[in-house]
């Protein structure tokens, strides 16, 4: 299990940028869903900024204390 505050500061320390949201899907602190919108995906393939943002997560999905993460990531708008 771990908390959506820790897993909103894993994906920061990779994304200081980021605007982050994440949501507990099941309350058991395993099922996430994340939305994170960062200027350092500008020029990426969706793909490789999942594989960024799974990068940033790594030990919380080996150690499988996220069994299940729902990811929709983007760049910045223009204003």
């Not at 919108?37 to 960024?52: A, D, I, R, T």
């Not at 943002?53 to 204003?79: C, D, N």
Request: without cysteine; negative net charge; proline residues 4%.
């Amino acid at each position: 299990m771990i908390s959506p505050d820790r897993v909103e500061a894993m994906i920061k320390e990779e994304f200081p940028d980021a605007l982050v949201q994440v949501q507990d899907l099941t309350g058991g602190g395993d099922h996430y869903q994340v939305t994170v919108v960062s200027s350092l995906f500008e020029g990426k393939g969706l793909v490789q900024q999942h594989q960024m943002v799974y990068g940033a997560l790594r030990q919380a999905m080996s150690s499988e204390a996220i069994h299940a993460l729902a990811l929709k990531t983007s760049i910045p708008q223009a204003q």
